[in-house]
């Protein structure tokens, strides 16, 4: 069985109690990682990407061990997920590198649950900054970055391999 490393309890509509889990993510679950990226629908890279092609660059993702993989369970459903690089050019920084919620569940706050788990994880683990690329036409989520606290540090043309549409990625930073 996989440990929870954060509950969530919650009463239902029909006065049930519920517990959401944030897990640690690990390779087995790499077929549920591609459902959750296919059924986010990205704005930007939805529209280029395979789920073959998901789960390749997941599995290679796993393989080269540079991030941490943290998934929100809601029933027995993995939801969402949140990635954590350890590191990134500057004193204590880390990198918040892939983020998603599928689309049925956006809205509800399992993003924000997510970002607040991985900042109070970095924190604990000794970094000082969080940073983060998102696209620069993607307004909503910067929308949502804006609001958890995220301040806009610079913008990169080119920054994303799409074969078309907006390469651009900005790059926001939080203190812990
Ligand atoms: C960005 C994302 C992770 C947010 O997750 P979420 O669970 O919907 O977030 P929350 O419910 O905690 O917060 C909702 C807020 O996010 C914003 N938001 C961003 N993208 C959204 C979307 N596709 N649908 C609904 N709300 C979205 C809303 O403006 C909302 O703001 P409000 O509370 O002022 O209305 C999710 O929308 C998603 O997976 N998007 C596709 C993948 C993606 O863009 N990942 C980030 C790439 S860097």
């Known amino acids: ?3 929870a490393v954060a509950t969530f309890i919650y009463k239902s509509d029909s006065n049930y109690y519920i517990m959401d889990k944030i897990i640690r993510l690990n390779k087995r679950h790499i077929e549920q990682l591609v459902i959750i990226d296919f059924e986010s629908e990205h704005k930007n890279s939805s529209k280029h990407v395979s789920k073959q092609e998901i789960k390749k660059g997941i599995q290679n993702r796993f393989d080269k061990g540079h991030e941490i993989f943290f998934g929100y369970k809601q029933n027995k459903e993995l939801v969402g997920y ?44 000794g970094f000082r900054k969080v940073c983060l690329y998102t696209g620069q036409n993607m307004k909503l989520t910067r929308k949502f970055y804006e609001k958890l606290g995220y301040e806009f540090v610079n913008e990169f ?3 994303y391999g799409y074969p078309s549409g907006n390469t651009t990625a900005v790059l926001y930073a939080k203190s812990l």
């Open 82 to 125: 949140v990635t954590l690089k350890p590191f990134f050019p500057g004193y204590k920084h880390c990198e918040v590198y892939w983020l998603a919620v599928k689309k049925k569940c956006q809205g509800q706050g399992l993003g924000t649950k997510l970002m607040k788990f991985i900042e109070e994880y970095a924190k604990k683990n």
């Open 157 to 159: 043309k080119g920054y």
């Open 1 to 3: 069985m996989t440990q």
